[in-house]
């Protein structure tokens, strides 16, 4: 095994992904994230420049900051150069999960049938992802931890903040959300809007299991 994710996201429970159209548009929108409380961000390869900014962005981002949409051996070697918290792949692939657990690379998977994400699991990733979470819900969860009670799992992809209470409450280690939570700002929306969307969602987080 890896080891447990890091400390900020597995006690905050959120992960937020961003996804933008290019690495300069990250820091404002990471800093109104922190101000809200977020403290663990994926940040997305299908943004342009995310390595080359990464380094600026983790001096200044007080939370864990992984990288997320690794789908290559390349891109996984760049993450743990750059010194990424955690990352994150939307596909089940075992040299990407090998590789990352004889780095000590905290390594989330995605997948989404049982057998994806037993795979994965058994090799030593340090959660999985539900991935897209929207088309099951959080009854399924309930349903892996009947044959696999100790499964970590981390739901993506659908998740608003009535769902993410209902996913952690089924035994979700952490959720992930991007669009509900970011809305439009990544397209010039207001940051004072995402910091009252942010804060809800750190709100309902930390509130279960309380």
Do not use: N
Request: charged content about 15%; some cysteine; aromatic content about 6%.
């Amino acid at each position: 095994m890896t080891g447990e994710l890091p400390a900020r996201t597995l006690s905050s429970k959120l992960v937020v992904v961003a996804r933008a159209s290019a690495a300069a548009d990250y820091k404002s929108v990471l800093g109104a994230l922190a101000q809200a409380g977020v403290q663990s961000v994926e940040l997305t390869l299908t943004t342009p420049g995310t390595f080359d900014a990464f380094a600026a962005l983790r001096s200044s981002f007080d939370g864990d900051l992984g990288i997320g949409t690794v789908t290559t051996l390349d891109q996984l070697e760049r993450a743990i150069e750059v010194g990424a918290d955690y990352v994150v792949t939307p596909i089940t692939s075992s040299a990407l999960v090998e590789r990352a657990v004889a780095a000590g690379m905290p390594i989330i998977p995605g997948g989404i049938t049982p057998t994806e994400l037993f795979s994965s699991w058994s090799a030593g990733a340090s959660a999985v992802k539900i991935f897209p979470a929207g088309q099951v819900g959080p009854g399924y969860l309930k349903d892996l931890r009947g044959p696999f009670p100790d499964i970590a799992v981390v739901p993506s992809g659908g998740v608003d903040a009535d769902s993410a209470a209902a996913w952690l409450a089924a035994g979700a280690v952490a959720v992930s959300v991007g669009g509900p939570l970011l809305g439009d700002a990544f397209r010039g929306g207001d940051l004072g809007a995402l910091r009252e969307r942010a804060g809800r969602f750190v709100a309902v987080c930390a509130g279960v299991g309380t």
